[in-house]
């Protein structure tokens, strides 16, 4: 029903809080690594998405954008 998990807020805490740190530190690999963690949570999540693809540019993707879909192709291989 695309709601995420129960009390998904409580438990992206820490994926979320590791992207700020990546962030403020410009470590792209930490920031898709946490995104990733986070979108097995909830894999509805904007922020958690704008997020991944902004990694994903800035270590070089050739793509400009993750839309969405491509973002849970790229979960459900990460989980293979």
Partial sequence: NKTGAKMAS?????????IK???LQKDWAA???AAMEGLQ????????LADLGDAA?????????VTPLE???IYARHLL
């Fill in 21 to 23: 740190k990546g962030k």
């Fill in 41 to 48: 949570v909830n894999p509805w999540d904007a922020g958690l």
């Fill in 71 to 73: 973002c849970r192709r």
């Fill in 57 to 65: 540019k800035q270590l070089g993707s050739h793509r400009e954008r």
């Fill in 10 to 18: 409580m438990k992206l805490m820490g994926p979320k809080g590791r």
């Fill in 31 to 33: 920031i898709d690594s």
